[in-house]
Nanobody
Framework: QVQLVESGGALVQPGGSLRLSCVAS????????MYWLRQAPGKGLEWVSS???????WYTDSVKGRFTMSRDNAKNTVYLQMNSLKSEDTAVYFC????????RGQGTQVIVSS
């Protein structure tokens, strides 16, 4: 079955950087679109970024220029490089193979605070 395992979350100061990872199994990773979503405290699930099988990427406006999504098909892994972090980026971050996040893993916590 589909399994997605996120990691890399941490407490970081505003302006700092983190790189999240998500290891996938149970499906043909190289053919699949992949997504990062997040859920801030008290809010709903929010789409953050997507990458297609060719590596083309899309981002929500609030992270454009700061976040970079990438994939390594040899490792069945997607990454989210997050730079210039802001307090409003505080959330649990999930990767998924569907845009609604139904397939998401357990998530990884990112806290941006001084």
């Amino acid at each position: 079955q589909v399994q997605l395992v996120e990691s890399g979350g941490a407490l970081v100061q505003p302006g700092g950087s983190l790189r999240l990872s998500c290891v996938a199994s149970g499906f043909i990773f190289g053919d699949s679109w992949m997504y990062w979503l997040r859920q801030a405290p008290g809010k709903g699930l929010e789409w953050v970024s997507s990458i297609d099988s060719l590596g083309t990427r899309w981002y929500t406006d609030s992270v454009k220029g700061r976040f970079t999504m990438s994939r390594d098909n040899a490792k069945n892994t997607v990454y989210l490089q997050m730079n210039s972090l802001k307090s409003e980026d505080t959330a649990v971050y999930f990767c998924a193979k569907d845009h609604r996040g139904d397939s998401r893993g357990q998530g990884t916590q990112v806290i941006v605070s001084s």
